[in-house]
């Protein structure tokens, strides 16, 4: 089966509290923007960490490749 970008939002938001986020992909290829208080004070790899660990598993599994723009919502908010 494949994962729909739909699906893969859910999983995200199943596990992290986003003010925002958008996926875009073909099935197995991935780009997610994220916008979470959860990333609040942390470095960019730290903030992908956090997704890699709600995903779990199915970053082995289901997804073959997940490019990310982890943002806070006062980043967010800078550049929109």
Excluded at 20 to 42: M, N
Excluded at 46 to 74: C, D, F, N, W
Aim: some cysteine.
């Amino acid at each position: 089966m494949t994962l729909t970008p739909n699906q893969l939002e859910q999983y995200i938001q199943e596990g992290l509290l986003c003010d925002y986020l958008k996926i875009e992909g073909d099935g197995r290829h991935f780009f997610a923007t994220i916008v979470s208080a959860a990333f609040d004070g942390l470095r960019p790899i730290a903030r992908h960490q956090k997704v890699y660990a709600v995903l779990g598993e199915r970053m082995r599994e289901e997804i073959h490749a997940l490019s990310m723009k982890t943002l806070t919502p006062k980043e967010w908010a800078a550049v929109n």
